[in-house]
């Protein structure tokens, strides 16, 4: 059974920081990118960020560019996403998702999710 477990979320203020992990099990971890998604109270599923299975390649939405940092610790089966200077429009349930294939920006592409782990920026 795939499981994708998010954990690191939690209540924080304007400006601060937090790191977002991802574990993986009962699959074999290197053979897919993850990305991260986000969806706020009310509003519509959006990408964040991907990581390619190498951890060569990062891509991010433009709301986090800058902001936000993708990485991958293959021996540990874990994605991490850092969270710079958070801003109360970053308050959303972030969920991490593994891809086999396909563009990294498009959920539908994704073959397993994780359940998320909420992230609420305080002002």
């Known amino acids: 059974q795939v499981q994708l477990v998010e954990s690191g979320g939690g209540m924080v203020q304007a400006g601060d920081s937090l790191r977002l992990s991802c574990a993986a099990s009962?699959?074999?971890?290197?053979?897919?990118?993850v990305g991260w998604f986000r969806q706020p109270p009310g509003k519509e599923r959006e990408f964040v960020a991907a990581?390619?299975?190498?951890?060569?390649?990062?891509y991010f939405g433009d709301s986090v560019e800058g902001r936000f940092l993708i990485s991958r610790d293959n021996a540990k089966n874990t994605v991490y996403l850092q969270l710079n200077s958070l801003k109360p429009e970053d308050t959303a349930v972030y969920y991490c998702?593994?891809?086999?294939?396909?563009?990294?920006?498009?959920?539908?592409?994704?073959?397993?999710w994780g359940q998320g782990t909420q992230v609420t920026v305080s002002s």
């Open positions: 998702a593994l891809q086999h294939l396909g563009a990294p920006r498009l959920s539908a592409d994704y073959e397993y």
């Open positions: 009962g699959v074999t971890f290197t053979s897919y990118a």
């Open positions: 990581i390619s299975w190498s951890g060569s390649s990062t």
